[in-house]
């Protein structure tokens, strides 16, 4: 069975400044990753994806992150955060092509002006 | 913009009552799945389809039943509602990759 740890469950930041939100997961077959991010009351809404290809990914609103396959990580990263940056940020796994997400606790970022 | 609807978005519902939360999506998505997040926790997997007329259990048992008879339309039921069901519920849809989500049912029974 897989599983997903993301290791802070809470990022307090400043406005401005750069954040990582880490996430490690477990498995023994190739997976696919995924970061979300969910806003107070919302769905979960796709930040980005890692299938195949480039290690390295860009997504929505200035994030992006690493898939390092050595370390089994995929830690998600912005340069410099916003105030309506601030939510719960979800690292997610997928085996397979059916595409059921394994998710780990969440992350809260709080961006503080 | 992913088109996946739930409704209603929230339900506040009396011990012992029968539910059905609605999901309908329109981008003609063969998998659709239900996930259920108790407050500040992470999405666990309660149902899965991956087409008409199929269905099964997720990760997380669960006491509600789902059925998918058309493309778009994946709902879920509880013939029974107790407290212990309080939780969000939500609905999502996927054809390669990205996993697409509705807003979510918060369902309280009291």
């Known amino acids: 069975a897989q599983s997903v740890t993301q290791l802070d469950s809470q990022v307090p930041v400043f406005e401005e400044a750069p954040v990582e939100l880490r996430c490690n997961y477990s498995s023994s077959v190739s997976v696919y990753l995924f970061w979300y991010v969910q806003y107070p009351n919302q769905g979960l809404q796709l930040l980005l994806k890692?299938?195949?290809?480039?290690?390295l990914v860009k997504g929505i609103n200035g994030f992006e992150a690493e898939f390092n396959k050595s370390q089994t990580s995929f830690h998600l990263r912005k340069p410099s955060v916003h105030i309506s940056d601030t939510a719960e940020y979800f690292c997610a796994v997928a085996k397979g092509s059916n595409y059921k997400l394994t998710f780990g606790k969440g992350t809260l970022l709080t961006v503080n002006p | 913009e992913a088109d996946i609807y739930q409704t209603p978005r929230y339900l506040v519902i009396g011990t012992g009552k029968k539910i059905t939360l609605e999901c309908s999506q329109t981008m003609g998505h063969d998998k659709m799945y239900w996930y259920q997040q108790d407050p500040g926790m992470e999405l666990h997997l309660i149902h899965y389809?991956?087409?008409?007329?199929?269905?099964e259990k997720g990760d997380l048992s669960s006491e509600s039943t789902v059925s998918r008879i058309r493309t778009e339309h994946f709902p879920l039921t509880l013939e029974s509602a107790r407290p212990s069901h309080t939780s969000q519920y939500l609905c999502a849809s996927s054809v390669a990759g990205p996993t697409f989500f509705g807003q979510g049912t918060r369902l309280t029974v009291v």
């Open positions: 389809s991956y087409g008409v007329n199929s269905t």
């Open positions: 890692y299938l195949s290809g480039s290690t």
